[in-house]
């Protein structure tokens, strides 16, 4: 029997869904974070083991194999997935937290009906791009693909049990905290 509650964060592409993360941890330290698996390089300052694991294509496809996956999906080009008997660990001694994106949400659902889904909203679709435009690295196709897959996921976010807009970063983790606090076992 597990002890935790599952608690699942999706946010738009962009939303500021780390920053807002890294307050809730923070602020609950009884919390525990489920290290995903995934086949993209490691950005800056992103550890193996803590940020995510990083394993190789074909290490991804072994794991599948073994059935070592609670979800798995492919983003951009490279997979992520959710290492079942890690959580199953985590759960027996309190809550978790989950990073994922929609559809791995959903098939989280399926297989546990408790888990509770939080999706973190911006306060607008135009302000999104104007942020992203702001920071004057992205070119004009990479917006127009962002865009669209941040219209799916604002499609996918009326499935979720809660959703919290991120209009200022302390108010949108205080929200999360709020539900965590209302929902935790
Ligand atoms: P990033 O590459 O920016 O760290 O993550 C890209 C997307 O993959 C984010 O939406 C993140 O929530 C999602 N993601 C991270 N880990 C997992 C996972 O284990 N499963 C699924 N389905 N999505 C994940």
């Not at 946010?11 to 919390?31: C, E, F, N, P, Y």
């Not at 290290?35 to 290490?59: H, L, N, Q």
């Not at 599948?64 to 999906?73: C, Q, R």
């Not at 679709?125 to 702001?134: D, I, Q, V, W």
Request: glycine fraction near 6%; aromatic fraction near 8%; hydrophobic fraction near 40%.
């Amino acid at each position: 029997m597990s002890k935790g509650r599952l608690f699942v964060i999706s946010g738009a592409s962009g939303v500021g869904k780390s920053t807002v993360l890294a307050k809730v941890m923070a602020a609950r330290k009884d919390l525990q974070f489920s290290v995903s698996a995934t086949t993209r390089s490691p950005r800056s300052g992103e550890i193996d083991g803590v940020s995510y694991y990083f394993v190789t294509k074909e290490k991804f496809r072994k794991m599948i194999a073994n059935n070592e996956f609670l979800e798995y999906d492919a983003h951009m080009e490279n997979f992520y997935g959710t290492p079942k008997a890690q959580l199953e660990e985590k759960l027996l001694t309190g809550n978790v937290i989950l990073d994922i994106e929609p559809n791995g949400a959903f098939n989280v659902r399926r297989e546990r009906q408790d888990a509770v889904l939080i999706f973190i909203a911006p306060p607008s679709l135009a302000e999104l791009e104007s942020r992203l435009r702001g920071r004057g690295d992205t070119s004009e196709e990479q917006i127009q693909v962002r865009q669209k897959r941040v219209a799916w996921e604002m499609e996918q976010s009326r499935q979720y049990d809660h959703i919290v807009i991120n209009d200022r970063v302390d108010t949108c983790a205080d929200k999360i905290l709020q539900i965590i606090a209302r929902e935790a076992d």
